[in-house]
């Protein structure tokens, strides 16, 4: 099965299932029939990095999805510290 690309206004299937696809700097469909999605990578990324998270501080992640950038976020402040994701349900 082919990985569901986002695009602006449409979602697309890659040529294939491999996952070098997942490389690339697109939002990742996680459930396109309901428009849920990764993220734009380098978007996300960024605004995570406007966050300056230190060691020790506390994240919350609302509609945080599959929890990947959850889980970077986690990275960012530490094992001691908390970190928290929501999601509500899309309708």
């Not at 990764?38 to 919350?60: D, K, M, T, W, Y």
């Not at 992640?61 to 402040?77: D, E, F, K, N, P």
């Amino acid at each position: 099965m082919a990985i569901t690309a986002v695009f602006p206004d449409r979602y697309e299937q890659t040529p294939s299932d491999d996952p070098i696809w997942l490389y690339e700097d697109v939002p990742v469909g996680i459930m396109p029939e309901i428009r849920l999605n990764n993220g734009q990578p380098s978007f996300v990324v960024s605004l995570i990095s406007v966050g300056r998270l230190q060691a020790g501080e506390r994240v919350a992640h609302i509609s945080a999805g599959q929890g990947y950038y959850t889980a970077v976020m986690s990275r960012l402040v530490g094992s001691r510290a908390m970190s928290r994701a929501s999601n509500t349900k899309l309708s």
